[in-house]
């Protein structure tokens, strides 16, 4: 009886993986190397193992793994951390992905490789492994540090620069005679899709999940899950996109659901026999007569990817306000590349715009700084304590200053508040509504012509129907009134004219009639076209505006209540005085705090750490009191440095209720700074006597004055004009100390 080759292969590719996977495991080395060793012993380059004899279908195993590590990449992903991770994280990865890019392309360049070549090179180079900086960090143990906080979101930011990398070299691969125009069209299209795919995943697909919800025993959710991502890809292949991109969006999507963890711990089996596999077929595409041949070339880009990413993150932290330990310690640790590099060294080979050699040199590339990883996340302090001793004084001092001076409390202007308001508002209604009327014309009009009625009847019910769908959101985009206190400040104060004001409000509406016009056009002339939709704006958002206004806050009541539905759990705020951060422990049942007061266990005497916050189950109480006792489980918001926090670390360890509901917002929590001056309310007052922790909710963790700094300051001590004092509090009633 015949074996099918495609089993048989597939058999040898576990085989061979699970062997290497073991070997790994006990000497201690990342899974991912051993699963690319396993490939080059399978693959059809070396003769003395069993070689693969159908690598078209392994290369069809191996796009479905890319599509399922994709799928839980995005599900580790959530755009939603994405706007959360602020503007150090941002600036930190764009500094980084900028300059690496060039210094991969200039790499190329200087070897005489061709532009194609040099991109992609780039790309290879810019971008860190998310999975291979986690397992590092657990191995480590420094998950807790402050510098863990800017490095996962650099990760994050990444992880959509790397999607967009995809996009743009695919375009750039396919019409390189007409490069320019096609990649803006490709980033405008890249942006349209992500907004209409996370406004409508996260308005249907949670409701969806919720509705079934008694329906769905782990098989059934394992099956829908598994349905969703393929049905994206799908869509995303349909409209002109990569398989990779429709499986991140939908694990993205997911990921903001109240079943995120459950549908990542049920695909984690599936993502890991079809990464392996993934991976395994990446290392059968190397040729060991090819590494050889190009040792000194690997040699350079891996000095490159080491030092480069090392000098770029420290640059992009210090740029966004780090401190100087913080900058070295993310660039130390994010020295690598991984997946996201193999996705992008793929798809240069599928293209076919890249030489064979560029390949194999990533991988190797890859391998070698993966091997690197822990060992320079360790001597992150050491190199550290290197540069405090050679940097000229004055330089670090200018360092902590602009560090300091970027963080705490900023005022926006009201004209930036409402502008800002106003362009996103625009921007997501602007995208709904182009989309129905894609739809209506596309499907809509020749559903309704083929099967209900004639044409000419059928036109008028088309356009009916299609704009009382989109009445809802033209009402939005222009009539609705944004950010009513900033334009109330701004129409009130006679210091600004209200011709701006009243611009806007024109152009909204011209642009709400421009949207009409335009569905119009597509049945009727334009003269007509553009009758109608004034006919139909003045009709439809003046007479029924108020029924408009209900359906449409309902409408944006779900969709925030689906938005918001799965907490953040873990994310604390990067606003932070000096080297102390917050992190959360939880108090397992055999520590020994349990049961005691906070006033007898006298952790901020004996560890310097404050406690400003407890969660127990439902119940949230911030900035506890001298007499709040601690029960097991309980999860304790503790700030103080590194050091302090993992010694007191120890007397914390336990497990961790993930699903707890909040009755106070934990994300209100964070830690601040004010300046007082001789008109602040508490000026001249003690901290004791201040009402600080009842105003506020918070507690004084440091104060800077005249250059010296306090930390955990005595609460007789009394406030004085030019102090800098930080608080961890609600971030709500912090700004009330400044009235």
């Given at each position: 009886m015949?074996l099918?080759?495609?089993i048989?292969?597939l058999?040898?590719?576990?085989?061979?993986?699970?062997?290497?996977?073991?070997?790994?495991?006990r000497?201690?080395q990342?899974?991912?190397?051993?699963?690319?060793?396993?490939?080059?012993?399978?693959?059809?380059?070396?003769?003395f193992?069993?070689?693969v004899?159908?690598?078209?279908s392994?290369?069809?195993w191996?796009?479905?793994?890319?599509?399922?590590?994709?799928?839980s990449?995005?599900?580790?992903?959530?755009?939603?951390?994405?706007v959360?991770?602020?503007?150090?994280?941002s600036?930190?990865?764009i500094?980084?992905?900028?300059?690496?890019i060039?210094?991969?392309?200039?790499?190329?360049k200087?070897?005489?490789?061709s532009?194609?070549?040099g991109l992609?090179f780039?790309?290879?180079?810019?971008i860190s492994?998310?999975?291979?900086?986690?397992?590092?960090?657990?191995e480590?143990?420094?998950?807790h540090k402050?510098?863990?906080?800017?490095?996962?979101g650099?990760?994050?930011v990444e992880?959509?620069?790397?999607?967009?990398?995809l996009?743009?070299f695919?375009?750039?691969?396919?019409?390189?005679?007409?490069?320019?125009?096609?990649?803006?069209?490709?980033?405008?299209?890249?942006?349209?899709f992500?907004?209409?795919w996370f406004l409508?995943?996260?308005f249907?697909?949670?409701?969806f999940?919720k509705?079934?919800?008694?329906?769905?025993?782990d098989?059934?959710?394992l099956?829908?899950?598994l349905?969703?991502?393929?049905?994206?890809?799908?869509?995303?292949?349909?409209?002109?996109?990569s398989?990779?991109?429709?499986a991140f969006?939908?694990?993205?999507?997911?990921?903001?659901?109240?079943?995120?963890?459950?549908i990542?711990?049920?695909?984690?089996s599936?993502?890991?026999?079809?990464?392996?596999?993934?991976?395994?077929?990446?290392g059968?595409?190397?040729?060991?007569?090819m590494l050889?041949?190009?040792?000194?070339?690997?040699?350079?880009?891996?000095?490159?990817?080491i030092?480069?990413k090392?000098?770029?993150?420290?640059?992009?932290?210090?740029?966004a306000?780090q401190?100087?330990k913080?900058?070295?310690q993310?660039?130390?640790?994010?020295?690598?590349?991984?997946?996201?590099?193999?996705?992008?060294a793929?798809?240069g080979?599928?293209?076919?715009v890249?030489?064979?050699?560029?390949y194999?040199?990533?991988?190797?590339?890859?391998?070698?700084?993966?091997?690197?990883?822990?060992?320079?996340?360790?001597?992150?302090?050491?190199?550290?304590?290197?540069?405090?001793?050679?940097?000229?004084?004055?330089?670090?001092?200018?360092?902590d200053?602009?560090s300091?001076g970027?963080?705490?409390?900023?005022?926006?202007?009201?004209?930036?508040?409402?502008?800002s308001a106003?362009?996103?508002n625009?921007?997501v209604h602007?995208?709904?509504?182009?989309?129905?009327?894609?739809?209506v014309?596309r499907?809509?009009?020749?559903?309704?012509?083929?099967?209900i009625?004639?044409r000419?009847?059928?036109?008028i019910?088309t356009?009916?129907?299609?704009?009382?769908?989109?009445?809802?959101?033209?009402?939005a985009?222009?009539?609705?009134?944004?950010?009513r206190?900033?334009?109330?400040?701004?129409?009130?104060?006679?210091?600004?004219?209200r011709?701006p004001?009243?611009a806007?409000?024109?152009?909204?509406i011209?642009?709400?009639?421009?949207?009409?016009?335009?569905?119009?056009y597509?049945?009727?002339?334009?003269?007509i076209?553009i009758?109608?939709?004034l006919?139909?704006?003045?009709?439809?958002?003046?007479i029924?505006?108020?029924?408009?206004?209900a359906?449409y806050?309902?409408l944006?009541?779900?969709?925030?209540l689906?938005?918001?539905?799965?907490?953040?759990?873990?994310?604390q705020?990067?606003?932070?005085?000096?080297?102390t951060?917050?992190?959360?422990?939880?108090?397992?049942p055999?520590?020994?705090?349990?049961?005691?007061?906070l006033?007898?266990l006298?952790?901020r005497e004996?560890?310097?750490?404050?406690?400003a916050?407890?969660?127990?189950?439902?119940?949230?109480i911030?900035?506890?009191?001298?007499?709040?006792?601690?029960?097991?489980?309980d999860?304790?918001?503790?700030?103080?440095?590194?050091?302090?926090l993992?010694?007191v670390?120890e007397l914390?360890?336990?497990?961790?209720?993930?699903?707890a509901?909040?009755?106070?917002p934990k994300?209100?929590?964070?830690?601040?700074?004010i300046?007082i001056n001789?008109?602040?309310?508490?000026?001249?007052?003690?901290i004791?006597?201040?009402?600080?922790?009842?105003t506020?909710?918070?507690?004084?963790?440091?104060?800077?004055?005249?250059?010296?700094?306090?930390?955990?300051?005595?609460?007789n001590?009394?406030?004085?004009?030019?102090?800098?004092?930080?608080?961890?509090?609600?971030?709500?009633?912090i700004?009330?100390?400044?009235?």
């Amino acid at each position: 009886m015949h074996l099918p080759d495609l089993i048989a292969d597939l058999g040898l590719i576990l085989a061979a993986a699970g062997i290497t996977t073991l070997i790994f495991k006990r000497i201690k080395q990342p899974i991912v190397l051993g699963y690319i060793l396993a490939g080059v012993m399978v693959g059809p380059y070396l003769d003395f193992f069993p070689s693969v004899s159908d690598s078209k279908s392994i290369n069809i195993w191996a796009e479905i793994g890319v599509i399922f590590l994709l799928f839980s990449l995005g599900l580790e992903f959530s755009f939603k951390k994405l706007v959360k991770v602020g503007g150090s994280a941002s600036i930190t990865a764009i500094v980084k992905v900028g300059f690496l890019i060039l210094a991969g392309y200039g790499m190329g360049k200087a070897l005489g490789w061709s532009d194609m070549d040099g991109l992609f090179f780039g790309g290879i180079l810019c971008i860190s492994s998310t999975m291979i900086t986690i397992k590092a960090f657990e191995e480590l143990g420094i998950k807790h540090k402050k510098f863990a906080g800017l490095v996962f979101g650099v990760l994050i930011v990444e992880d959509l620069v790397a999607i967009l990398l995809l996009v743009l070299f695919s375009t750039l691969a396919v019409s390189q005679q007409s490069a320019g125009y096609e990649m803006l069209f490709s980033i405008l299209k890249l942006a349209f899709f992500l907004v209409l795919w996370f406004l409508a995943g996260i308005f249907l697909i949670p409701t969806f999940l919720k509705a079934t919800r008694k329906l769905m025993n782990d098989e059934t959710m394992l099956v829908v899950s598994l349905a969703l991502c393929l049905m994206m890809v799908l869509l995303a292949v349909k409209v002109g996109f990569s398989p990779a991109l429709g499986a991140f969006i939908m694990g993205s999507i997911l990921a903001e659901t109240t079943q995120a963890e459950r549908i990542e711990h049920l695909t984690k089996s599936v993502k890991d026999l079809f990464s392996a596999v993934f991976f395994v077929s990446v290392g059968m595409l190397i040729d060991p007569a090819m590494l050889v041949k190009h040792a000194g070339t690997i040699a350079l880009a891996v000095s490159v990817i080491i030092f480069g990413k090392v000098i770029f993150t420290v640059l992009g932290a210090l740029l966004a306000g780090q401190p100087l330990k913080t900058s070295v310690q993310a660039g130390m640790s994010l020295a690598h590349i991984g997946e996201f590099s193999f996705i992008i060294a793929t798809l240069g080979v599928t293209l076919k715009v890249t030489s064979d050699f560029l390949y194999p040199i990533a991988v190797a590339a890859a391998a070698a700084t993966t091997f690197s990883t822990p060992y320079l996340i360790k001597l992150a302090d050491p190199f550290y304590h290197f540069l405090q001793k050679i940097l000229p004084k004055s330089w670090q001092d200018a360092i902590d200053r602009y560090s300091t001076g970027t963080e705490g409390i900023t005022k926006l202007s009201d004209w930036k508040i409402l502008l800002s308001a106003y362009v996103f508002n625009t921007i997501v209604h602007s995208v709904i509504i182009i989309s129905i009327i894609f739809l209506v014309y596309r499907y809509l009009q020749p559903f309704i012509d083929e099967n209900i009625t004639l044409r000419t009847n059928g036109t008028i019910i088309t356009v009916v129907v299609s704009f009382i769908i989109m009445a809802p959101f033209l009402w939005a985009l222009s009539i609705k009134r944004v950010r009513r206190t900033a334009y109330s400040h701004l129409w009130l104060n006679k210091k600004y004219t209200r011709g701006p004001l009243i611009a806007i409000e024109v152009c909204r509406i011209a642009l709400g009639v421009f949207y009409v016009g335009f569905l119009m056009y597509q049945f009727f002339d334009t003269a007509i076209a553009i009758l109608i939709g004034l006919v139909l704006i003045i009709l439809g958002m003046v007479i029924f505006s108020k029924k408009l206004q209900a359906f449409y806050d309902q409408l944006e009541k779900r969709f925030l209540l689906n938005l918001n539905a799965r907490e953040a759990q873990n994310k604390q705020p990067e606003i932070l005085p000096w080297d102390t951060h917050l992190a959360d422990m939880v108090v397992a049942p055999e520590s020994a705090l349990v049961g005691k007061t906070l006033v007898e266990l006298s952790v901020r005497e004996k560890f310097g750490v404050n406690i400003a916050l407890i969660e127990r189950g439902k119940i949230m109480i911030p900035t506890p009191g001298r007499d709040e006792r601690l029960y097991p489980n309980d999860k304790v918001l503790v700030i103080g440095t590194d050091d302090q926090l993992a010694t007191v670390k120890e007397l914390f360890e336990g497990g961790m209720d993930a699903n707890a509901e909040l009755s106070f917002p934990k994300e209100d929590m964070s830690l601040q700074k004010i300046i007082i001056n001789s008109s602040s309310p508490v000026f001249n007052q003690s901290i004791r006597n201040s009402g600080i922790r009842e105003t506020t909710q918070g507690l004084v963790v440091g104060i800077e004055r005249a250059g010296e700094r306090i930390l955990n300051p005595d609460s007789n001590l009394i406030f004085e004009n030019g102090d800098v004092v930080w608080i961890v509090g609600n971030n709500k009633k912090i700004p009330t100390l400044l009235k």
